[in-house]
């Protein structure tokens, strides 16, 4: 199948700072990419829908302006945490559509806000 | 998106097949059946997915109602690496790619 990596794996930041995720297909070009959170002991959530070269769509009840998608280029995506605080702490996690099949996973990134 | 009912947990025992139900009664006829499991820590792995017919790939095998009203996960022998949670998502047929994450089941496998 294809592969997904994600950077970093784990991060720990202060209260108010941002912190940036990556999320990159290694072996395919994806034009869409998907943003999903997951809480402990609770299903992943999506957050937005990222296309190459255009805004990302957001789900109903995420903000755009904390949650900040960049994707710039067919093979990443990029999400920001703008301001972050102990709430945003959580699992995030990134896929990739592969045309014409179904989307595959990063392996997360768990963020830690003190 | 429909919506998909699976069992919250179930046990098997090692090298023992492991048949994971999934009721979606309000399916659409273009609605695709995606599989994917979760393991502790780590993003979903896809599975298998299919539309009609019935589908094999070396993880496992998808068999799929005649009606499509339900769908079961079929792991032919278990390990103890395939314990995880297991996701029955309905994906549209359209260009929206979206997936819709339910509870899923939680496999435990004993040794």
């Known amino acids: 199948g294809a592969v997904v990596s994600q950077h970093p794996s784990r991060v720990i930041c202060k209260s108010g700072t941002s912190v940036k995720i990556e999320c990159r297909s290694l072996d395919f070009q994806a034009t869409t990419m998907f943003w999903y959170r997951q809480f402990p002991k609770q299903s992943l959530m999506l957050m937005a829908t990222s296309n190459e070269g255009s805004k990302a769509t957001y789900e109903q009840g995420v903000e755009k302006d904390k949650f900040l998608i960049n994707h710039a280029s067919l093979t990443l995506s990029t999400l920001t945490v703008t301001s972050a605080h102990p709430e945003d702490s959580s699992f995030y996690i990134c896929s990739a559509r592969v045309p014409e099949e179904t989307q595959y996973f990063g392996p997360g990134t768990r963020l830690l806000v003190l | 998106d429909a919506k998909t009912t699976q069992p919250n947990s179930m046990e098997s025992n090692e090298e023992e097949p492991v048949h994971l139900p999934c009721n979606h009664s309000?399916?659409?006829?273009?609605?695709?059946i995606h599989w994917y499991r979760q393991l502790p820590s780590q993003g979903p792995e896809y599975v298998i997915h299919g539309l009609t017919s019935n589908v094999n790939n070396r993880m496992a095998s998808l068999a799929i109602a005649e009606d499509r009203k339900s769908s079961t996960l079929i792991l032919h022998r278990a390990t103890l690496r395939d314990a995880a949670v297991y996701y029955c998502?309905?994906?549209?047929?359209?260009?929206?790619?979206?997936?819709?994450f339910g509870k899923g089941t939680l496999l435990t496998v004993n040794p």
């Open positions: 309000t399916i659409s006829g273009t609605d695709y």
């Open positions: 998502i309905l994906r549209s047929g359209g260009s929206n790619y979206k997936l819709t």
